[in-house]
């Protein structure tokens, strides 16, 4: 069944309720009714190119209508939505287009110059469309008169893939995470009771939308509820709080560095929040600062809650019940939760801290094109390996504390150190370098990398970020760069990063 079939339930129940609203201009809005055919319109449109179930759709695309209809009509249309990040930059975003095999590209028409040359050797790409979301006129223009596909494409099964995201790892290139209808099914009705979601909710959505947490935790989230989701094309703190109040906004969702810089608006105390009824944290450890400053501020115990872009949501603090500081809460209805010896591999006993495995119908079905790393992301009893380290406590309670992998959270996005020290090293001057993650007020952690140049060669810190931001996101490139005559190693060779992260991270957080 395809997860989009509450939301056409949604279209008959509230065919003049208000779906979707753009507060930034271009001002959009839909109603449920107007959303469903602009879909089904878009689906049509969609098939006029040639395309139909199981094809992949990648959409590079500005926080848009465009990108909404776009999305949700290749589901319907039982193809596979491949919502990519605007940050990455033509090298990146040509190994995306390669390896997921996307037959249709939607980007952004002032990109054009920088994507056009990219396009070449790429086989199963038989077109790239340029959209100009400033002008949403010539969208519908597009279109306008295209058959409307009324019905969504019933998967032969909830294992259909319907989205696939791309996450990075500790060892070679981003991989295709395939998310079901079967997984998004789970998740939405898990989160719809844990979270009480409710038709009147009022969403304010301030995240982008090609994550999970934007995409398929917050705007699939209230679609699938019948409530209205008031779009910002950009985060704003001051102007998210005015909203938030003018608008009686119920919902809120974001990320630590989202509801630090809420706190930080000077008059923050004036706003009153008292009417919303959640506001949750996730995609990063929510400092404690944070937690206690919007218990002072706003009066509001934030909710945080555990996902992955493999699972979706797992774990959540209780919307009614202790939201314990410091803790990802309980595991959602219908996922399981178990820690494990990272050497023997079996279950620890609450209190110890070892390696969180997960289990459910939210856990993806695997890497694209990519069986072997697949096999190696589950234990042979069919558990996933998170790569995150944690303890239960005796009444269930699940708390995190670090990563077994190298992973670094920067504004609540994943960023693997090799990705980073691959560009690096490709520099004339560098020799060898090591990135890591130090401790940081704004992003919850910054990457600093530690750099050896090669004999007699000389470069600056800001040549060398410079040259990661030329083939990485821009989010992605360190912030600071510390030049060393070596890297402290063990006794093997491999470079101690721990000892590191000691000498240059100043805690700041
Ligand atoms: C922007 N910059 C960053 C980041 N974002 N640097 C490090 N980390 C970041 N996350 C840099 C830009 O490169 C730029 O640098 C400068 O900051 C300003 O860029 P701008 O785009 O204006 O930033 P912003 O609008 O202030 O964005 C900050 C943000 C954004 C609003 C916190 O990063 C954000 O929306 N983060 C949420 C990400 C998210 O949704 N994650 C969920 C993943 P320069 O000026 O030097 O060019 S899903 C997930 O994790 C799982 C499933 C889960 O559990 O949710």
Redesign the pocket.
Known sequence: MSFLNNLNGNVLNFPDKLALEFISPPLQSLTYAELDAQVAQTAGYLQSLGTGPGDRIALQLTKSLEFILLHLATVRLGAISLPLNL?YPPDELKYFLDDSGAKLFFALDISKDNIEPILTGLPELKECIFINPTNPELFNGSIRGHEKLAHNHDPSGSSDTAIIVYTSGTTGRPKGAEITHGNLSANLKSLHTAWGWRSEDVLLH???IF????LM?AMHGALHAGATTLLMR??DARVALQNLVERDCTVLMA?P??HR?LLDVPDAKKFDLSHMRLITS???RLPDEVFKGFQATFGHTLLE?????ET??NCSNPLDGERRIGSIGLPLPGVEVRITDSESGLPLPDGEIGDVQLRGPNVFKGYWRQPEKTAQSFTTDGWLHTGDLGFRESDGYFTLCGRSKDLI??????IYPPEVERVLVEHAAVETCAVIGCPDKE?GE??VAAVVLEDGQTVTQAELIAFC?EQL???K?P?SIIFQKELPRNAMGKVQKAALRKKFCQEEI
């Open positions: 940050a301030v995240l982008p994550h999970v947490h934007g935790v950009e985060f990320v560095t989202i810089r996730g995609s990063d809650r555990y996902g992955m872009t979706g949501m959270i920067s504004g609540g996005l994943n992003w910054k990457i931001r996101a821009a989010y490139a912030k």
